[in-house]
């Protein structure tokens, strides 16, 4: 098959497979790190040991994704070095600085205080492990904001030129803080943030369904649900304005997005595409619904547009996306999945006012309990669907306006690549099994709530003097 002897699509695929299986880790343990932080501190407080133990169980599912997350994020970054070497040399002079400084900044804070947060309950003053556990939390998100700053370059390059094919760096600053990053860096941050909420409320309410610890987890979901109530609409608020930019910094993709082949010029009201299937080779959909006026509002608050929204033929095949039903259908997930964790988080607030979420009352509410179980993993294909329209969309692009994908890609043979993409799909497949098995377990075993709280003494101290002699009550045959 052509596919199969196309470097650079082979190059695209392994880079995709490596950043969607990666993405599942860091997700939940930038978001979890913060949630972490907030029940230590809760503990500290209230000195309330279900909090201590909330800490300490949660910590487990914590490292067993930050393992995985350093375990297949490693293999992404030397990609390029290997995959895409051409895009390495000439961007570099920014681009491998800033992931310099995720390495650096980011994940070197984090590794150094996760030893004390996971092995120093009873080692450190308990002030020195909350401090451990922000700055985890702190080198988590620092992450984040490195990543989506150097991606967000990559989507609106800035704060530099290219002379003779590399990217001269005029003000690191202004390339740090291009048009796309700070919007970009609050939508992700929030993204990873409700996920984590989805998560650690699904598996509470997992516990609450089957009436284990139901009054333990319901602490656990309450806190998840408070922090909903902020997170999801501010969510849904953001993912506008990044729509916003979009619209005004890369049309191309927001044809894609609408998969809209033809202009709506100013002045003109336009339709949005509910749902519709794309056909790429005619250049048109082979059907739709559509809601009349609803883009114009979407984009402009307005029944008319003040700018053209341009359609995929305003450019040539060669410089537009490709594969929009892909992006098409991928945006509408998100879109999808917000909404419905926001519904779900209104529900559930209604049901709080009501008194229905009380100890007593809490593990009645059985299809709600089975509506976050179901919203659990909602968070990680929302987010993977963003990723692929801000990459997929950004196409034939890979830094938008300056250097091609095509341009980019290293000069490899074909059978290499495919080599290297059917390992790291074969080991991957094996570590997400290795990750169901020892997450399923560690939720199956529930939270160890015998463990010593650090400052309180189970047994009081036996008494002696110097020298007292203390008979040994064993039997004769344990003292042998």
């Not at 609803?294 to 410089?319: C, H, M, R, T």
């Not at 519904?343 to 059985?366: A, Y």
């Not at 990750?435 to 939270?447: E, T």
Request: hydrophobic share 50%.
């Amino acid at each position: 098959m052509e596919f199969l002897s196309n470097t650079v699509a082979l190059s695209r695929m392994q880079f995709a497979l490596t950043a969607i299986f990666h993405m599942l880790w860091p997700v939940l343990t930038t978001g979890m790190a913060i949630y972490l932080a907030i029940v230590e501190g809760i503990w500290l407080k209230t000195r309330n040991p279900d909090y201590y133990y909330h800490a300490r169980f949660w910590s487990k599912l914590y490292i067993l994704n930050f393992g995985i997350g350093v375990a297949t994020g490693i293999p992404m970054e030397f990609q390029f070095g290997t995959n895409w070497a051409p895009l390495s040399e000439a961007i570099g002079n920014f681009f491998g600085s800033i992931i310099g400084f995720e390495a650096s900044w980011a994940f070197m804070l984090e590794a150094a205080f996760l030893g004390i947060m996971v092995f120093g309950w009873e080692r450190v003053h308990p002030i020195i492990h909350f401090i451990s556990t922000i700055l985890v939390a702190v080198g988590a998100n620092l992450s984040t904001f490195w990543i989506l700053a150097a991606n967000s370059w990559l989507q609106t390059p800035a704060g530099g030129e290219m002379v003779n094919g590399k990217f001269i760096v005029h003000d690191y600053f202004q390339g740090i803080f291009n048009p796309f990053m700070v919007v970009s860096v609050s939508h992700m941050f929030l993204g990873t943030l409700e996920t984590s909420l989805f998560v650690i409320g699904g598996i509470s309410a997992w516990y609450i369904y089957n009436n284990r610890h139901s009054a333990f987890f319901a602490k656990a979901f309450k806190i998840a649900l408070a922090a909903a109530i902020a997170i999801a609409p501010l969510q849904i608020y953001v993912g506008h304005l990044s729509g916003e930019q979009v619209y005004h910094y890369q049309p191309s993709k927001l044809a894609a997005m609408e998969a809209q082949w033809h202009t709506t010029p100013a002045g003109q009201p336009a339709d949005w595409s509910l749902i519709a299937l794309p056909n790429e080779q005619a250049e048109q959909n082979d059907w739709e619904i559509t809601i009349p006026n609803a883009l114009s509002y979407i984009l402009e608050f307005k029944p008319k547009l003040s700018e053209p929204v341009l359609g995929l033929k305003e450019w040539q095949p060669a410089d537009r996306p490709h594969l929009v039903a892909l992006i098409y259908y991928s945006f509408r997930i998100m879109i999808a999945i917000g909404f419905f964790l926001a519904g779900l988080m209104l529900v559930s607030t209604i049901q709080w006012l009501r008194g229905k979420l009380s100890p007593e009352n809490i593990s009645q509410q059985r299809l709600l309990m089975l509506g976050w179980i179901f919203a659990a993993p909602l968070g990680y294909i929302a987010v993977e669907s963003g990723w692929i329209v801000r990459c997929v969309g950004r196409q034939p692009w890979t830094v938008y306006g300056l250097i091609r994908t095509a341009d980019a890609a290293s000069n490899l043979p074909a059978s290499n690549v495919l080599a290297t993409l059917t390992g790291f799909a074969t080991v991957y497949s094996l570590l997400f099994v290795a990750v169901l098995y020892f997450g399923s377990r560690i939720i199956r075993r529930g939270p160890r709530l015998d463990l010593p709280i650090p400052g309180l003494k189970d047994q009081p101290a036996v008494e002696t003097t110097p020298g007292e002699f203390i008979p040994d009550e064993r039997p004769v045959e344990a003292q042998q």
